[in-house]
């Protein structure tokens, strides 16, 4: 039997430190306390991302080949072991060769990243969007979304528009997490698409209907209704960090998932339109709106608790076990017996070490 030991493992029932866990084939077999000399390092669920468009050089709706090992690597290296390929704002006849390749990455053998499934950014947005390409922006199509295939597991969809509740009502049907975001939703909007079956507010704060105290806005239901679990860009461009606290805060009961939205704009095109980050910053258009993030995941979670001053432990089930249980995903996203042993080792400073995918380390 294969064992893991380090001198913290954070598990649901709290940290065994030093701890041990022993693998049984894929899965966890028990997790321990033990004595003696362990690594120093923290171990931890691998982590789950609901929206990943790219990273460095490689957009997902262009990927092909080995593409898909280097997103892979990328990925592993950030402590991510489940993640959805994300589509932003297209014209329909394009989606259907976008979702084969994704479907073709995520059937490949061996142990990598699972892809969750795809996540559709769009075409059905709201009010307020953003990098969009306003061209492909349009009306719902529930004959459309009715033939979606399998492969996609989240569509995010603006809440005020006309038959947004019977399409969130027939995505919550196929078993497709519905998501609302890119929206000028009001309140109530936001609360009736929850009623068809929505349960995920995408990137919490950016681009969506603000907090006003008479007016909640989108903001107000994604950070008062249980049902709706808000997720969020911890880049620090995004989102102040001092708001990412008061998120954490009023949502300690229900969570929040942490994305990165991250984009290949190293490819300087990102969706059929023109992309350029400066040093430091978010990749933007031309105009200056931002297009997603160079973030990673394990930068999400490290700056959550160093600039936010949010618990470890409230940071590490942000980016693993809130967004695995949106997606069904019961299998992963905690360190317990039973669960699929998809681990991340970190660093004192919360960088990963290593990473491991069904109990086998892929990477460190």
Known sequence: MTSIAARAVITPAGTVSPGVIDLDGERIGTVSPTSGPVPDRLIAAGFVDLQVNGHDDIDVATAEGADWD????????QGVTTWCPTVVTGPLAGYPAVL????????????????AGAHL??????????????????EIDLNW?????????????????????????????????AAIGHSMATYEQALAAADRGARLVTHLFNAMSPLHHR???????????????????????????????????ARADSGVALVTDAVG?????????????????APRRPDG???????????????????AGVPLEAALRAASATPAGLLGLEDRGAVEAGRRADLVALSGDLTPVATWVGGEQVWG
């Open 121 to 138: 950014e769009g075409p059905f947005l709201g009010g307020l969007r953003g990098a969009h390409d306003p061209r492909f922006v349009q």
């Open 265 to 281: 704009w190293r490819s300087g095109r990102i969706g059929g339109a023109g992309v350029a980050r400066a040093d430091g910053d």
């Open 100 to 115: 084969d390749r994704v479907e073709a990455a995520g059937r490949r053998p061996g142990p990598r990243p699972s892809i």
């Open 70 to 77: 280097r997103i892979d690597g990328l990925l592993l290296a």
């Open 215 to 249: 007016q909640p806005g989108m903001v107000g239901a994604a950070l008062s209704d249980a049902r709706l679990v808000p997720s969020l860009i911890a880049d620090l461009i995004h989102v102040h960090p001092a708001v990412i606290a008061t998120a954490f805060r």
């Open 145 to 177: 979304l009715s033939s979606l295939p399998g492969v996609v597991s989240v569509v995010t969809l603006g809440a005020e528009l006309q038959g947004a509740g019977e399409a969130i009502a027939t995505l919550a049907g196929k078993g497709v997490l």
């Open 289 to 307: 709106t931002i297009a997603g993030s160079a973030l990673t995941m394990d930068a999400a979670v490290r700056n959550v608790v160093d600039s």
